[in-house]
C-alpha cells in the first residue's frame, strides 16, 4: 500500500504546483513552468511505473496460487488498464498546458496555468478514488491466497494424519509428533486469517460484506473448533478423529475460499 500512496502524495504535489525546482521565481515565469512541466512529466513515469509494479507482483501472486481465473484478478487487470491510461493521458494534458503556457501571452498564460492546475487537481481525485478500490481489491486478493494456503497446509497435515495408522508404532511416534507440530502452524495461520478478515469487515461496501459473511462461514462450520480439535485428537494419539476434524476444517475454508472469490 506505501507504493499506492507515493503515487497519491506526487499527484496533491502537481495540484498544488509544487515545483522539484522551486526558487523564488513567479509561477508564471518560463523558467518556473519550464521547471514544473518536467516535474510533472516525470511524476507521470514515476506514477505509472509505481502502480504498474504494484499490480504486476500481485497478479504473480495470485498466478502462483492457481488464482488467475477469479473474479478478483480479473479486476486488477481491469484496475491497472484503468490506471496506465489516468496516468498517460491526463496528466499529459497537465503537461501540454504548461507547454503551451510557456508560450503564451501574460493574459493566456495564466489562464493555461490555472487550467493546469484544476487538471492536475481531477486527476489527483481520481487517483484518490482508485487507491481506495485498488486496496481494497488487493486486501481481498490476499485473503484468497491466504484461505488457500491454508487449505493446502491442512490439506498436508490430513495426508500425514491418514499415513499414521498405516506405519510401526515407532514410526507413529514421530509422525504424530511432526503432525501436531503442523497443526499447531495451521492453528497460527487461522489465527491471522481471521484477523485479517475481522479488518476488512470493517470497510463497509460489497469487500466488507464477503468478509463478514467469510466470518459467518467460519463460525457456522466450527472452523476454528475443528482445528484445534485436531491437535488435542493427535495429542491423545487418535489420529482417525484428528482426521474427520481436520476434513471438517478444509471444507469450511473451502467454502470460505468460494465466497472471497465472489466478493
Same mark, same amino acid.
Given at each position: 500500500?506505501?507504493?499506492?500512496?507515493?503515487? %497519491?502524495?506526487?499527484?496533491?504535489?502537481?495540484?498544488?504546483?509544487?515545483?522539484? &525546482?522551486?526558487?523564488?521565481?513567479?509561477?508564471?515565469?518560463?523558467?518556473?513552468?519550464?521547471?514544473?512541466?518536467?516535474?510533472?512529466?516525470?511524476?507521470?513515469?514515476?506514477?505509472?511505473?509505481? %502502480?504498474?509494479?504494484?499490480?504486476?507482483?500481485?497478479?504473480?501472486?495470485?498466478?502462483?496460487?492457481?488464482?488467475?481465473?477469479?473474479?478478483?484478478?480479473?479486476?486488477?487487470?481491469?484496475?491497472?488498464?484503468?490506471?496506465?491510461?489516468?496516468?498517460?493521458?491526463?496528466?499529459?494534458?497537465?503537461?501540454?498546458?504548461?507547454?503551451?503556457?510557456?508560450?503564451?501571452?501574460?493574459?493566456?498564460?495564466?489562464?493555461?496555468?490555472?487550467?493546469?492546475?484544476?487538471?492536475?487537481?481531477?486527476?489527483?481525485?481520481?487517483?484518490?478514488?482508485?487507491?481506495?478500490?485498488?486496496?481494497?481489491?488487493?486486501?481481498?486478493?490476499?485473503?484468497?491466497?491466504?484461505?488457500?494456503?491454508?487449505?493446502?497446509?491442512?490439506? &498436508? %497435515?490430513?495426508?500425514?494424519?491418514?499415513?499414521?495408522?498405516?506405519?510401526?508404532?515407532?514410526?507413529?511416534?514421530?509422525?504424530?509428533?511432526?503432525?501436531?507440530?503442523?497443526?499447531?502452524?495451521?492453528?497460527?495461520?487461522?489465527?491471522?486469517?481471521?484477523?485479517?478478515?475481522?479488518? %476488512?469487515?470493517?470497510?463497509?461496501?460489497?469487500?466488507? &460484506?464477503?468478509?463478514?459473511?467469510?466470518?459467518?462461514?467460519?463460525?457456522?462450520?466450527?472452523?476454528?473448533?475443528?482445528?484445534?480439535?485436531?491437535?488435542?485428537?493427535?495429542?491423545?494419539?487418535?489420529?482417525?478423529?484428528?482426521?474427520?476434524?481436520?476434513?471438517?476444517?478444509?471444507?469450511?475454508?473451502?467454502?470460505?475460499?468460494?465466497?472471497?472469490?465472489?466478493?
Amino acid at each position: 500500500m506505501n507504493r499506492v500512496r507515493q503515487c %497519491v502524495l506526487i499527484g496533491w504535489l502537481l495540484a498544488m504546483g509544487v515545483s522539484l &525546482a522551486g526558487g523564488a521565481e513567479s509561477p508564471l515565469g518560463a523558467d518556473s513552468l519550464r521547471a514544473r512541466q518536467h516535474s510533472h512529466e516525470r511524476a507521470r513515469t514515476m506514477t505509472r511505473e509505481l %502502480v504498474r509494479g504494484l499490480l504486476d507482483v500481485q497478479l504473480a501472486r495470485l498466478r502462483q496460487n492457481g488464482l488467475d481465473k477469479a473474479e478478483v484478478f480479473r479486476e486488477i487487470e481491469a484496475m491497472r488498464r484503468q490506471i496506465d491510461k489516468l496516468v498517460d493521458a491526463e496528466m499529459a494534458e497537465v503537461v501540454g498546458l504548461l507547454e503551451q503556457a510557456q508560450k503564451a501571452g501574460e493574459g493566456e498564460r495564466r489562464r493555461l496555468y490555472e487550467q493546469a492546475r484544476q487538471s492536475a487537481r481531477k486527476v489527483v481525485a481520481r487517483l484518490a478514488v482508485e487507491r481506495q478500490n485498488l486496496a481494497r481489491r488487493l486486501k481481498l486478493a490476499e485473503v484468497a491466497a491466504q484461505t488457500k494456503r491454508l487449505i493446502e497446509r491442512e490439506t &498436508a %497435515v490430513l495426508d500425514q494424519t491418514t499415513k499414521i495408522p498405516e506405519q510401526s508404532e515407532a514410526k507413529q511416534a514421530e509422525s504424530t509428533l511432526a503432525a501436531i507440530q503442523d497443526q499447531r502452524d495451521v492453528q497460527e495461520l487461522y489465527g491471522t486469517l481471521v484477523h485479517v478478515l475481522t479488518d %476488512v469487515g470493517g470497510w463497509g461496501g460489497e469487500a466488507g &460484506a464477503g468478509a463478514l459473511e467469510g466470518l459467518l462461514i467460519l463460525k457456522t462450520a466450527q472452523v476454528e473448533q475443528e482445528i484445534v480439535q485436531a491437535r488435542l485428537d493427535l495429542e491423545k494419539g487418535d489420529a482417525a478423529g484428528a482426521r474427520r476434524r481436520e476434513e471438517a476444517a478444509i471444507r469450511g475454508l473451502g467454502a470460505l475460499l468460494d465466497r472471497i472469490l465472489q466478493a
